[in-house]
């Protein structure tokens, strides 16, 4: 099994219907979504078949919501509700990725969220790089981590996020880092010094995957018309993985990311439909 430790949120995801009119009005289309870029990841690898669990934090008015839509995609659901704060909420402008992110629950993240019965079968752990931003929640996730002994991996999940700041001390040691090539290049070098696989998220160009002392793999993009990009790199890490799991080498699990994020291209939201 693997657990998932990682962000919830209320996406408001808003696809601009004509030219954007700066200062003034544009008519648009607007959609609500659950998601949360370790939540999607979870309910894409339980939509894919993998046995998965997932660990978060939400506000308490929503918790049932949201363990319900996580549980129709076949996740073993450990949500905390917060009495006190409400759960995250992001604006997407499809247009162009923007996001406009209030974290919520999620920073309220901490060590009684994550107790070691979350690792009861649990063999590999995935992290969205969002629960290592502040100081509190990246020492409970990293010492869970820690505790557990298990292979790990990480995505960084924003450029914006993770640039200035320790990441990659942080995370070091984890097999596999998922950046897209934003990331990368905000982390810069010293990637293949931190992890043993480093999967690089190339968009229509496919992805890469570098792997210490073997030669690059590269996986082409899957045609598709573009939907709603939401999402898709998390759906990526979801196939990898869910591969992963099933024994597959570097090239089967890539090809696995690329279809899934292929399919979350293709849909609204950044989760599978169910």
């Not at 924003?158 to 990441?167: K, P």
Request: charged letters at 25%.
């Amino acid at each position: 099994m693997i657990l998932v430790v990682g962000d919830v949120m209320d996406d408001l995801v808003v696809r601009p219907l004509g030219r954007i009119v700066p200062r003034s009005d544009t008519p648009a289309d607007m959609q609500r979504h659950p998601g949360g870029s370790g939540a999607n990841t979870a309910a894409w690898l339980g939509y894919l078949g993998a046995a998965v669990r997932f660990a978060g934090r939400v506000g308490l008015a929503d918790l049932r919501r949201h363990a319900s839509a996580l549980e129709r995609c076949g996740v073993d659901v450990r949500l905390v509700g917060d009495p006190r704060i409400s759960t995250g909420r992001i604006v997407v402008l499809t247009h162009d990725r923007s996001m406009f992110t209030d974290r919520g629950a999620n920073l309220a993240l901490g060590p009684d969220d994550l107790p070691d019965d979350l690792l009861d079968g649990v063999t590999f752990i995935h992290v969205s790089g969002y629960s290592l931003l502040e100081k509190s929640t990246r020492a409970a996730v990293l010492d869970l981590v820690k505790r557990s002994g298990l292979p790990w991996s990480v995505d960084p999940a924003s450029a914006a996020f993770v640039r200035d700041t320790g990441f990659l001390s942080w995370t070091a040691g984890a097999t596999i880092c998922f950046p897209n090539e934003d990331e990368a290049d905000v982390l810069e070098g010293g990637l293949l010094d931190a992890y043993e696989v480093i999967v690089l998220k190339r968009g229509s160009r496919g992805a890469r995957v570098l792997r210490r002392g073997a030669e690059p793999v590269e996986v082409p993009a899957q045609p598709v018309t573009e939907v709603d990009p939401t999402g898709a790199g998390d759906a990526f890490a979801a196939g990898y993985l869910a591969a992963l799991m099933d024994g597959g080498d570097d090239a089967a699990c890539a090809t696995a990311g690329v279809a899934a994020a292929a399919e979350a291209v293709g849909r609204p939201g950044g989760r599978p439909l169910r």
